[in-house]
Nanobody
Framework: VQLQASGGGLVQPGGSLRLSCVAT????????MAWYRQSHGKQRALVAA???????TYTDPVKGRFSISRDDAKNTVYLQMNSLKPEDTAVYYC?????????WGQGTLVTVSS
């Protein structure tokens, strides 16, 4: 499985961005797709995840502002980010898990600054 993330950029506080991640290869069946982020000097941490069943989970700091979704016909996961804050600045990574096998995409930088 290969993951290609896109959609990062520079946005002002309070703005919105939508990240996309396309999975190619054997990206079918029961799986979990997720977004992680890593800011300077910090460990990579889970932002949101969505299972193939549609169930979702979010880290507390993004609840009510971010929304994760998936389009299985396109093997794509999205992260809609609203009301962005400077502390959301980070490199965002797409993650795919199927059983015990996991894959990472390349990161996409999100910078929230005025």
């Amino acid at each position: 499985v290969q993951l290609q993330a896109s959609g990062g950029g520079l946005v002002q506080p309070g703005g919105s961005l939508r990240l996309s991640c396309v999975a190619t290869g054997s990206a079918t069946g029961i799986n979990v797709m997720a977004w992680y982020r890593q800011s300077h000097g910090k460990q990579r941490a889970l932002v949101a995840a969505i299972a193939s069943s549609g169930s979702t989970t979010y880290t507390d700091p993004v609840k009510g502002r971010f929304s994760i979704s998936r389009d299985d016909a396109k093997n794509t996961v999205y992260l809609q980010m609203n009301s962005l804050k400077p502390e959301d600045t980070a490199v965002y990574y797409c993650h795919y898990a199927k059983g015990t096998t996991t894959y990472w995409g390349q990161g996409t930088l999100v910078t929230v600054s005025s």
